[in-house]
C-alpha cells in the first residue's frame, strides 16, 4: 500500500492541533507555583501572582454584586473562553445572565457573560488594556471594568458594537461607579480599593 504525501500531511495536522482543552490539561499536571492566577491569552501562557490588594479589590466587587447576582452566577479566576485564538481566560470576576447555565462540561459560555472585572498586574496589564479587551468586545460582553491599583483608577467600558466598545470612562479610586443603566443595574463603590 502507498501513502500519499497529501494524507500523511493532513493526519499530521489534525494529531498536532493545538487546542485549549490540550493546553490546559498540560498546565494542569505542571508545577504551577501557589498563589498564580493562570490563563491563556491568543494561545500564550501567562502567569501572575495574586497579590493581597488585588484580592481586596475582587471581594469589594463580589460583595457589592451579591446585592444582584446571588453565588452560582459569580465566578473568580474560573476559565471561560472567549472569542479569537485560543483565549481561555480566568477573569477576576464574572457575573453571569439570570438564563445563565454552564455547558456540558461545567464552563460557562461567554455568550453568558454580563459583566467582567479585572485587577491588573504590572505583568499583564497589556492583556487587559488589549488583546483581552478586544475579546470581551468580540464577545459583547455589556460592561468591563478594569481596576488599576497602582494609578487608583477603574476603566469602565461599555456599549459593546462590532467588536469595540463605544463607551469608555475612568474613575478614580474612592468615586462610585453609577451601572445602574447597565445589564448590572447596579452603583459600584470604589472607597474600600487599596492601592500598590
Not at 150 to 165: F, I, V
Amino acid at each position: 500500500m502507498t501513502v500519499v504525501e497529501t494524507d500523511r500531511i493532513d493526519m499530521a495536522d489534525e494529531s498536532d492541533e493545538l487546542t485549549l482543552d490540550t493546553m490546559f490539561e498540560t498546565l494542569e499536571k505542571m508545577p504551577v507555583p501557589q498563589g498564580y492566577k493562570v490563563e491563556i491569552v491568543q494561545g500564550n501562557i501567562f502567569m501572575a501572582p495574586q497579590r493581597q490588594t488585588h484580592w481586596q479589590i475582587i471581594l469589594s466587587v463580589v460583595n457589592q454584586l451579591q446585592a444582584k447576582y446571588p453565588p452560582n452566577r459569580l465566578a473568580s479566576d474560573v476559565r471561560i473562553d472567549f472569542p479569537g485564538l485560543l483565549n481561555g481566560f480566568a477573569c477576576d470576576v464574572a457575573a453571569m445572565a439570570e438564563s445563565a447555565t454552564p455547558d456540558v462540561n461545567g464552563r460557562w459560555r461567554y455568550q453568558d457573560v454580563e459583566f467582567v472585572v479585572e485587577v491588573i498586574s504590572k505583568r499583564t496589564a497589556a492583556n487587559d488594556f488589549g488583546p483581552k479587551k478586544d475579546a470581551y468586545a468580540e464577545a459583547a460582553v455589556p460592561v468591563y471594568l478594569v481596576a488599576n491599583p497602582y494609578t487608583g483608577r477603574c476603566h469602565l467600558y461599555t456599549e459593546p458594537k462590532k467588536g469595540e466598545y463605544t463607551v469608555d470612562r475612568i474613575v478614580a479610586f474612592g468615586e462610585d461607579i453609577d451601572l445602574t443603566n447597565t445589564k448590572v443595574g447596579l452603583t459600584l463603590k470604589t472607597d474600600d480599593f487599596p492601592r500598590d
